[in-house]
C-alpha cells in the first residue's frame, strides 16, 4: 500500500545523483513518482537514513537542490523545480539522452508503481515556506521554513537575478526588518535590523557558508560589507533575524545573514554573464563546478568590473574583482572542503551632497542634480596632507576604498557509527584596507558668509592685510555668485584611512539526534574561536570646496591694499591638515561555548533552546595625539594639526556575555503553523570600543516575537511581531568650536522597538504572482543620558543640559515604515517573465533630536527576462524608474545627536536617479 505524506518511513538513502536517490525513494516509500529528469543533471540529494514521515523525508533528501517535493492522497509524489524549467541563471543544459535512459531505469525498479515524467514545471510554482534553510538551526540537514520557530528570508539564484542588485545592500533590501541604506555604493552602508539603532553592520553580521565573513563586521570605517561582493558563485542567501542569532552567531544582536557559495557538481556545468549599463559599466561573471574525480569536486567563478558610478566622479570609480575556488571531497562517513577567495578591487563611497531646504521641504541646490550630481572630481583626486619634520601623507580620492583580501576556508564534516555528526569550520584573512573618501562637514554657505565669518580672524594673523578674497586653488581665478551657479561652498573632510587586518575563527560543532520517550532531540554542542591582530592610521584633512558637479578647491586669501596676497586661511584647498588623529595595534582573542536542544515533542509541536558565552579580550596599544603648528607663516592651515606624540597608552580588558533563547513551533494543521520566542541577546564592545585604554561595557538586550505562517496552493504567507529592548546604546557626535578645536558630545540612552514583519506570496494563476514584504514598527529613546567623559558622570539628557532631547524621540536614518510590492507575470510558457517593485519608505530623521526631517518617498523599479533558449538568458532592469528623489540620511558625522541650523541648506545622502542595467547569461 502507498504511503501517505505522514506515514512514517525507515529510508536508507545515500548522498548521490538525485535522479537514482529520488527513485529509491519512491521504492522504498511505495510512491508513485512524477518527476522531470531533465531538470535533474548535476544535482545530488543528501543523505537520508533513518525513520521520518514521508513529508519530512522528501524535504530533507532534496534539501538546497532546487527541488521540492509534494505527496498527493492517492500516493503519488510531484518533485518540481524552484529554478525555471529552461534558461535560468542556477539552472545549465541538460542531457536528455541520459534523463530518459534514468527514467526507463526507473520504471524497472519502482516495484510496479508507474513513473511518470512531468513535461515542464512552473517557475512560481514553488512554496514560500517549502525551502530548506540550514542556517540558524542544528539540524545537519536543514529544516523546511515551515518547521522553524524564527525568522527567515530565503533568495535563491533566481530571486537574485530578477532583482539586478547594483551593490551588496541593494540585495539586503529583500529582507524584512531591515532598514538599509544603499545610496553609499558597494560598501560602508547602514543596515538597521528591527529598529536597534545601531550603525553600519554592528546589529546584523554577514556569514558565508556559516563563518562570519569578519567576526566583528562594524570596526569603524570597515564594515563587513566592504568584504563581500556578490557574483554567480552566490548560490543562495539566508537571512535570520533575532532568536538564534543569539547562540549560533557572533556580533549579531538582530540577526545574521548567511551567504551559501557554489559546490562543486558531479557533471561539468558552467556559466558566463556579462553585465552593461547606462553608467558605463563593464562586468564580467563566471562560475564552473564539475568532478576532478569520482569523489573530488570543484567549484570556481567570480567576476571583474569596471565602472564610471551612476553618480559620475571623472574618474573610474569601481574597478576589480574576486576570484573563488573551492575543492570537495565526498566520502561514505562525509565531506571536506578547502576553498580560496580573493578580493581586489578599489570603489567609491558616495556621502552625502548639498541640498536646498525650506521647512521639511528637501530640494537640489540650483546647478547641482540631487540624482546624479556628486561633488567628488578630478580637482581633488590626488591631495597631500602634511605632518611633522616634511612628512606627507597622499590622499588620493581616485582610490576610494581599496579593498585587498584573501580568505582560506576549510570544511569538515564527519558522521560516527554512533550517530553523533562532527563539524568543523575554519576561516583565515589577510587584509590590507585603505579608505579615502569624503564626507561633508557640516552645510553648505554662501561664499560670501563665509569670507565675512573668517574675515577678523584673517585680518588679524595677516597685520598687513585690508580685505580677503575667495580664489580657486587651481587656476588663481576669482570666485563669485555666478562661478559655480549658486555662490555656495563647503568644508569637506578627507580622511586618510589604512587598515592591515589578520584574521582567524574557527567553529566546532558537535550534534547527535536521539529519541527518548517517543519524541526526537537533536542536541548539539559547540565551540566558537577568534583571533584577530588589527592595526589602523587615520589622518582626516579637510578641504573648502565649491557647490557643482565635480567640485573645485577654494583658498581664502587676504590681500593687502594693492590686492597681493599676503597669507591664507587655506593651503591649495586645505582648510586643516589634520583635524584629529587616530593610531592604534590590537590582538583581539574571543572564544563562545554554545548548546542547543531541539526537541520534536510531537508531529506538530517543536521546542528548541539554546545558551551562549562568549568572552573577548584586548590587548594593544594606542598612540595618544596633540596639535601642532608645522611652521607654515602663509597659511593658517598648519597652526593646529593632530598628530600622534610618540607616548602610548595600554590596552588591557576582557568583557564577557551569556545569552539564551527558547522558542517554540506549532503546526496547527498542513497549511497553518505559529511559533513564539523569548531571547536574552547582549552586544560585545567592537573593535573599535576595544582600542580605549578604557574598558567599554556589553549591552544587553531583551527580545521576544511571535510568528504565523501559512503555506497554501497559491498563497504563503510569514509574519513575525517582534519586541526590542537595547540598554546602554552609546551615541556621540562631534563639531568644532569657533577656535577650530573639536568638540566631543557622548550621552548614552535605551531603545525600544516594537514591529512586525511581512512576507507573503499569491499566485492565483501561472500567470501572474506577486510578493511583499514589509517592515512596520515603532522604535523610539528612552531613558537618555549625558555623558561626561571627564568624571565619569551621567546625567539626564534634556533641555536644561543641552539644549534638547531625545526621550521617546525615533532613532536617526531609522525608518517605521519601509514596504515592497513585486508583482510578477510569466508570458509564453514561462520563457519571458516581466517584473516590477513599488518600494515605499517612510520618514525617517538625520538626528536624534528629531530637529531635521528626512521626507517619505518611493521608488519603481521594472524589470525582464527572456529566457532565449535552454543555454541564454537575457535579463534587463530599471531602478528608480520614475527619477524620484528620496533622502536615507542626512549629515554623515556631524549634528546626529542635534543636526545643525540649516539657513536654507541641507546635507543628506539621497538614493540614486534612474538607472539601467541589463546582462546575458550563457549556460553550458
Known sequence: M????????????????????????????????FVPFDKLQGL????????????????????NTGLSG????????????????????????KNKLSAAIFALIGAAFSGGNALAQDASTDPSDDSLLEEIV??????????????????????????????????LPDLLKAVPGLSVESGGGHGSSDVRARGIP??????????????????????????????????????????VRGGPSAIYATNSPAGYINFLTQTGTETSEGLIKTTVSDYGTRRLDFSYTGPLSDDWFIAVGGHYNVDDGIRDTQFKANKGGQIRLKLSKEFEQGRFDIGLRRLDDNTHFQSGIPLAQNGNSIGDVVGFDSNYDTQSGLDFAQVNLKGKDGEVTEYRHDRGTTMEITQLTFNFEYEFENGIYLTNKSRYTDAFVRRE?????????LGSDYMNNNRDRLLAAFPTAVDVELRYSSDGSLFTPTSNGNGLVTPMGIPSVTMPHEEFVNDFRLSKEFEIGGSTHNVGLGFYSMYTQSNRLTRPGFLLLDVQNNSRRLDLHAVDAEGNVVGSLTDNGVIGHGAWYTNYSTDLDAYAIYASDEWQVTDSLRIDFGLRHEEISASGSKEQSETFDLGDPTTLADDAVALGNGKFDTIDHTVSGTSWSIGANYDINENNGVFARLTKNFTLPSN?????????????IDQAEFGYKYSGETLGVFATLFYNNFQDLGLGDRSFDDNGNLVELLAFTDAETTGLELEAKWQPVDLFDVAVTATLQNAEYANARLFDKSTGQQSPLSPATVGFTIEGNQPRRLANTIVSIRPGMNLFDDKVRIHAEYEYTGKRYADDANTAELPDFFQLSLGAIWYVNESLTANINIQNLTNESGLVQGAPIVGLLQAQESQGYFTGRPIFGRNIVASFSLAF
Open 2 to 33: 502507498a504511503a501517505n505524506a505522514k506515514n512514517t518511513v525507515f529510508f536508507d538513502i545515500p548522498q548521490q545523483a538525485a535522479d537514482l536517490a529520488l527513485i529509491q525513494f519512491a521504492e522504498q516509500a511505495n510512491l508513485t513518482l
Open 44 to 63: 545530488r540529494s543528501n543523505k537520508l537514513v533513518g525513520d521520518y514521515p514521508v513529508e519530512e523525508a522528501i524535504s530533507i533528501l532534496l534539501s
Open 70 to 93: 509534494k505527496v498527493d492522497k492517492g500516493g503519488q509524489l510531484s518533485i518540481t523545480s524552484t529554478t525555471p524549467p529552461i534558461g535560468r541563471e542556477s539552472m545549465y543544459k
Open 134 to 167: 540550514v542556517t540558524g538551526n542544528n539540524n545537519s540537514d536543514g529544516m523546511r521554513k515551515q518547521d522553524v520557530s524564527y525568522s527567515i528570508t530565503t533568495l535563491n539564484p533566481d530571486a537574485i537575478a530578477e532583482r539586478a542588485p547594483r551593490t
Open 198 to 239: 545601531l550603525d553600519g553592520f554592528e546589529s546584523l553580521n554577514l556569514y558565508e557558508d556559516g563563518l562570519p565573513v569578519l567576526h566583528d563586521p562594524a570596526i569603524g570605517w570597515l564594515n563587513g560589507d566592504q568584504f563581500l561582493r556578490h557574483d554567480v558563485t552566490i548560490a543562495g542567501v539566508e537571512a
Open 437 to 445: 573618501n569624503s564626507f561633508l562637514w557640516g552645510n553648505p554657505e
Open 688 to 700: 573599535i570600543d576595544n582600542t580605549s585604554p578604557v574598558s567599554q561595557p556589553r549591552n544587553d
